[in-house]
């Protein structure tokens, strides 16, 4: 897996090392050795080549070339955007829940968590690690959830690990106003590398909402390599959103990680309007049983935007239940690659698994490439899986002709419905009336263009 | 008000419609029966503008405008509606969302203008009740899950707010238990005036016992082969289409000059 390109990752080691050897004081042995190990890790591996199956379709030497450099300094940029208008980053239902991060690091000014119960933790993960009271949960879960061993970015965001957020909600809590976690690039020349690390720990019977969210103020080329890993314990419950709408010239690279207890739920709804190119690797992992997940999503690319979302849906033990519907909407000459596996082990009999991928082709250039994947190794279980790619429907373009509505108005009417039966599950209202808009805008632009 | 002269056309090459002659008056309810495959659908559906059909000869007045000019969603603004036999699912948009766009369209294209929201809702609660339907269809995707039923009671519904001019109900009937064939049918004598027009392309004399048309033609082979008043529908109750078919074949039955 080794390629020409992994030599590059020496731009990097300069970073590494200065941050090492930094705030010496604030940084635990068991931290400065994950970074050892994961960095010694990365430089193994360096970036993946399409020669590797799994990135088969995705090239990301453009971000290895491209040498984006972190910014390892202690300095909160000190840029006045934004200053004394949390509103602007965060959303009405979470200006008193809201953690804002300008070109990775915490912003205290537009941040802010008084909304929450007294007994929830939403602070930076610099000052958890560094907090007696939570540092020994931080220890036993941070990077012991996503792999770093198998992946290059996980492992080069690992090494980096010293910005980013923990969510903690205690056993029995329920949270009613969603908590968001905002990753705003902030800049007209940034050509910067940021690696956000989030660790949300919902204790037993817990529940919560949590709202993910990446954007840009302006069209700079930068690299968003985020890890969020996710663990909940027994009848915990979480709906998380992502929302990456990072600007159209970034990199975009993620990995997520849920690792969930028994009988509990968790439903996710991941939405890619962003970046150049963006490559998601979500991973959800039920080792318990009676665990019920939702991994839905929807991709909406355009022009050259290159999107790649990589699941795994890991049944190891009976009676789970998964839903998956993915859906994509493509324009231009963008490209998606769907892979989705799901697991079902040699323990995991009762199992529940439903899969589906469809795809709307708005343009003859666009292209995706799909491959769901099922593989059953227990015997009694309910498993379906379904992949779909098409474009608008004729008929239905008739039907709504027949109203009096205006065949390009009704393209944009089914491509905006085909995209609501993801959007309208978001049951944070603000979050998707901006998504509609957005759709809708992107529609029209469509239009005019 | 519609003036159909000759009209030939057809779906792949193949020729369905040979030479239709048809004037319809405001105020006037039309029933154009006939056995399967007779042509009665495709006739609906040339008159609404689908793409798959090709009109090769002669033509159709509406108001005195060339209809086969116009773009399908040119006619429905014009006011041409179809109801459809089997109404397309929407998924992801709103009964009320549709209609309101559909509505506003037509207002843009009278000049009129455009109904918001909350304006919208109370119009559509109004025309829901022509077809008893209660305020969570509105609500739900575009007859996506609804019952059969429900579906021909939707298209009503869009007939309600859009106020054609002439609608064409293709098999309005088809599917439907005695309950909703009463309620569709009620839904569309109350929807009919003398200003407007209606067509009703089924297959069974049943809806004509809830609409009562003024004309029946009845079509076979893509020609209209006998024409009367309602008691024409009873009598093809009675006796079936073979007699009607064996006619046309045999080139007996006369075909009345409209």
Sequence with gaps: ???????KPNSYREAYTALQA???????????HLRENAFARFEELGFPSVKDEEWKYTNVAAIAKAAFLPDVSEAVSRSETGAGEPAKFGSPETLASQLIFVNGKLRTDLSSVAGLPSSVVAIALSQAIGDERYAEIVRSNLARHADFVANGFTALNTGFISEGAFIHIPRGITVDQPIQIAFIADGEHLSAASFPRVLVVGEENSSATLVETYSSTGDSAYFTNAVVEIVLKEGARLEHYKVQRESQSAFHIATTQADLGPNSSYDSTTITFGAQLSRHDYVVTMDHEGVECWVDGLYLVTADQHTDTHSVIDHRKPHCTSHQLYKGILDGKSRAVFNGKVFVRHDAQKTDAMQTN????????????????LEILADDVKCAHGAAVGQIDEEELFYLATRGIHPDLARNLLT??????????????????ELDEAVLNRLNARLEA | M???KDLHAGIDGNEILKGINLTIKKGEIHAIMGPNGSGKSTLAKVLAGHPSYEVTKGEVLFEGKNLLELAPDERAREGVFMAFQY???????????FLRLAYNEKRKHLGEEELDPLEFKDL????AKVVEMDASFM????????SGGEKKRNEILQMAVLEPKLAVLDETDSGLDIDALRIVAGGVNQLHTPENAVILVTHYQRLLDYIVPQFVHVLAHGRIVKEGGKELALELEAKGYDWIKTAADAGAVTIPAS
Excluded: C
């Excluded at chain 1, 897996?1 to 030599?7: F, H, N």
């Excluded at chain 2, 397309?88 to 709103?94: A, D, K, Q, W, Y």
């Design chain 1, 1 to 7: 897996m080794l390629t020409e390109i992994a030599t």
């Design chain 1, 22 to 32: 930094s705030k010496a004081g604030d940084h635990p042995s068991w931290l400065r």
């Design chain 1, 358 to 373: 469809k795809n709307l082709l708005l343009s003859n250039e666009a292209r995706v490439d799909t491959k769901p994947q």
């Design chain 1, 416 to 433: 905006y419905g085909f995209a609501e039966e993801v959007i309208g599950k978001i049951k944070v209202e603000s979050i998707r009336a």
């Design chain 2, 2 to 4: 519609l003036e159909i």
């Design chain 2, 87 to 97: 109404p397309i699912e929407v998924p992801g948009v709103s009964n009320a969302q």
């Design chain 2, 124 to 127: 559509l609660k109004e025309r």
């Design chain 2, 139 to 146: 609500s739900r995707s575009v007859n996506e899950g609804f």
